[in-house]
C-alpha cells in the first residue's frame, strides 16, 4: 500500500468520523446588521464564527458563521434555505420576504436592547445649513429614506429637505466616508466615540438593536438558551429574550404618521371672586298673609 492511499484512507476515515459526530444538519448563522457598530469587518466575521459554533454545539450540528454585506445577498441565501439562524436589523426585516421566528435581540455594552441614532456631520454644522444635502444611513435593502424621514423624523421634516439619502455598507463606513467628505451628513446609532472633527447635530430617537430570527424547523428553545448564554464582545455583549413585537413596533413607525390640525383647549381659570362679583345672595323674606286665603263672603 502507497503512502498516498494510506493519506488518502485516513482523511476519509477524519471525515467519517467528523460526520458522525453530529446527527443534525448543518447550523449557518447569517448576519446581516449594517447598524451594528462593529469597529471593523474582521471583528463582525469573529462574532458571526463564535454565535455560529456556540449555536451548532447546542443543536448537535456543525455551525458556521456567514456574514452578508448586501442586503440581496442575505435575502437570496435565506431564500436558497442556506441561512438557518440570523442576527439581522430588524428595521430590514420590516419589509422583508420570508417567514422567521424572532426569539433574542442583541444587547450593547449598557445592557440595553435599543441604541440612540444621531444626525452627525463636520463640526459646527446646523441643522438648517444640510437642507439640500446628501446623507449616509447604514443599509436597510432599500428603505433608507423612510427609516430616516418617518421612523427617526417622524415626519417632522419634509421628505425634499435632504437632497439624498443613500445607504452605506455599515455604521463604519458612513462615518468614514463622512470623514472624508464624501457625504454632507450621516444617521448613525450612538457608538461613543466620533471621528475627529465630526459633532452630533441632532439627536435622534431609539431603535431596537439587531434580533436573532430562526428560519425552518429546529428547537427554538435550544436556540434561545445558547443565545442567552452567549457572551459576546464589546459591540453586541449577548442577548435578550424577545418577541416578534421587536419588529412589528417598528413596522408601525414606517408608516406617514397622521397630520391633524391643532386642538385647542382654552385655559379655564375660575376665580370665587369672579363667580360672585355683582351677584345678591340676601333671602327677601315674604309676609304671613301672602300664604292666608280670605274666607269666601256669607
Request: charged share 20%; net charge neutral; with cysteine.
Amino acid at each position: 500500500m502507497t503512502r498516498a492511499v494510506v493519506v488518502t484512507g485516513l482523511a476519509w476515515l477524519a471525515l467519517a468520523v467528523g460526520s458522525a459526530a453530529y446527527a443534525e444538519p448543518p447550523v449557518t448563522l447569517g448576519v446581516f446588521a449594517p447598524s451594528a457598530p462593529f469597529a471593523s469587518t474582521a471583528e463582525r466575521v469573529e462574532l458571526a464564527n463564535r454565535l455560529g459554533a456556540e449555536l451548532g454545539r447546542a443543536l448537535s450540528a456543525p455551525g458556521t458563521g456567514r456574514v452578508y454585506a448586501r442586503a440581496a445577498d442575505f435575502a437570496a441565501a435565506v431564500k436558497k434555505g442556506e441561512v438557518t439562524v440570523a442576527l439581522v436589523d430588524p428595521a430590514y426585516l420590516t419589509g422583508a420576504a420570508g417567514n422567521c421566528t424572532v426569539l433574542a435581540v442583541s444587547l450593547a455594552a449598557d445592557d440595553k436592547a435599543e441604541r440612540t441614532w444621531q444626525l452627525v456631520a463636520h463640526a459646527g454644522t446646523k441643522p438648517a445649513e444640510l437642507r439640500g444635502k446628501r446623507v449616509l444611513v447604514p443599509s436597510l435593502g432599500g428603505r433608507e429614506p423612510e427609516f430616516v424621514m418617518n421612523v427617526l423624523f417622524g415626519g417632522e421634516v419634509g421628505r425634499n429637505f435632504f437632497a439624498k439619502i443613500d445607504p452605506a455598507p455599515d455604521t463604519t463606513s458612513a462615518l468614514a466616508a463622512l470623514e472624508l467628505g464624501k457625504a454632507d451628513a450621516a444617521v448613525v446609532p450612538v457608538t461613543g466615540e466620533l471621528p475627529a472633527g465630526i459633532a452630533e447635530v441632532l439627536p435622534l430617537p431609539t431603535v431596537s438593536n439587531p434580533v436573532l430570527v430562526v428560519y425552518g424547523a429546529i428547537d427554538h428553545d435550544v436556540v434561545l438558551a445558547a443565545a442567552l448564554a452567549f457572551k459576546g464582545d464589546a459591540t453586541i455583549t449577548g442577548f435578550g429574550a424577545a418577541d416578534g413585537k421587536t419588529v412589528t413596533e417598528l413596522a408601525g413607525r414606517f408608516r406617514p404618521p397622521a397630520k391633524r390640525g391643532p386642538f385647542l383647549v382654552p385655559a379655564v381659570r375660575l376665580i370665587l371672586g369672579d363667580l360672585i362679583e355683582g351677584r345678591s345672595f340676601a333671602i327677601e323674606r315674604t309676609p304671613a298673609t301672602a300664604f292666608v286665603i280670605a274666607p269666601p263672603a256669607r
